[in-house]
């Protein structure tokens, strides 16, 4: 009687440490996670920012009225453009680059830009190593909504694992905001590029 | 009873020295089901599972002419143009090679460009058992990663364990600096064939 | 636990007897039962391969004909020479079959419909397109018969064009595949000289 009491409290004890600690952990984690998290910082206009598989050098935003790099609009429509040479830092060609750049505190219809070559309008090509391409982003806005004459756009890069923990593969993971950059926006008439 | 433990401690420590000893020694997974590369030179027929190949003619260019839905294009890179010229056929039965991969000579891969859109010679290129056929690849290149380079062309993109025909470009011919013999400053990809040397 | 135990009464011996019991079994039970799992995982993934391969042929002879996906499949015809433009050395061929429709939901019954072209040494040739050439009045491929809305009892001609090079065509045997049927596939003798 007495051993089988004993046994199970040992059982318990043994059972409860793995919750215990569980519990631990989860409390813990939650606790730096609402520690005031640091700001992104304010990115650099001229030199080029490695952003995981991107390197980025932002050229410049405006705000267009008529179809730009082939990209058409709907009627009432603009759009708002920024320019950046991207090369890619992997070893492969990619195309991973949609969601590099974003523009703070604008309402978009459609979150996802249209990205275009400018060299030759292609849209959305995979870029190769180490080869230097200025692409266009274009996301198209309500034909009333204001943009600011100074806008701020998120930079969003990725870390890379040379093992996932699924499959043991290399590949870019864990997306995280890098920081951000401030471009003037010029407004392009309709009769302009 | 102590002995017990002490056993079970033993075999528990043994199991996870030999785990550790297999994760770190053994091929991981990606290189498990990587493609089955088939080794050769140019102008010489190497056998993949489902197609042979030949690599005949490699010609580099500035800019590519094209013809996209009835206009006129010039493509411009801000490297090279890389104008591979094969000869495929089907082994067994007839089927598609759509990847061709340029590999520089320390391992950054180039896909074949996806700036031509659709057009009929280019990839996926459909092929029949005994029915030689010509296939274009076209790559975008920096200059650099010529010398020493190979060509990978495969069925598809992601085939795991399918044959991957890996051809040595060492009988290009370049330059002491490693660049290209002879650029072309421009490759009109709808002119007939003969266009440029080897 | 080893300060209480130290005198096992016939009860606890009868225990440790009991549990080795259990213990036996329970391997049995994982010889057995591994290898079903692994049968039971494996199942719908040989199956799908199977439905896609045409991997086991059955002879038809000359003007015989026989039920394949709910319709009768009869070889019509079966000619070849030089026509239209063709690469050297090869010929052109075009198969036709006259099927009668008995079950008329082509769309279910004749999912994933290939027409082959086999020759001696069991190499296979799908249809391909030869500028020049086209199907005689009245003969279908498979996907546009597939929606021409056949009805019970109709007799259509199903048929389709090939490039077969100059060393196989003598030996060439037309044969049908169909998804409801794989891995069996109908190989159709040739039309008596």
Redesign the interface.
Known sequence: M??TA??KV?TWITAGAGTIAALFVAGLMGAFGALPAHAPPQLPLDTAIDAGRWRVQPVRAYVSHAKVYGVLMKPGQKALVLEADMTNRT???DKAYFDVFKPDGLALPDPMPMIA?T??E?LT??L??????RMAYVWPLAGDAIVPASLSFGVTAEIFKP?DNL????GWFNPYRLGTITLPVADVPATGS | MRIRILGNLVILGATVVLSYGMQVSKPHYADLTAPIPADGAMHDTIRARSFDVRLDKVVFARALKTNQFGRQKLLTTSGLWAVVTTSLTATAASTTVADGTWQGPTGLRYHQTERLGYRQDMPPHGVDPGLEKRGLLVFEIPPDQIRGASLLIAARQFGPLDAQARISLDGLPTSADGQPADVLPEYDLDAPPPQGKS | MSAVSTAPGPIASEDRQAEQKWRRRSLVALAILLPLTLAETSYDSLREWLHGEDLIARDVDFGQSVPFGGSDWKLADLRGGKAGRLPDHAFAVIATFSVKIGDPDLQKQWLGCKLMLTDAAGRRWLPDVIAGVSLPAGVMNCTSAIFSGVKKGDTVTIGDIFIVPEDAVKTIRPAVGLSSERPWFLRFQRPPK
Do not use: I, N
Not at chain 1, 128 to 133: K, R
Not at chain 1, 167 to 170: D, E, K, Q, V
């Open positions: 007495f051993r004993r046994s040992q070893a492969q060609s070559l060299r030759d292609t090509p995979e190769h190593p180490g080869m230097t391409e093992r499959y043991g593969m290399p």
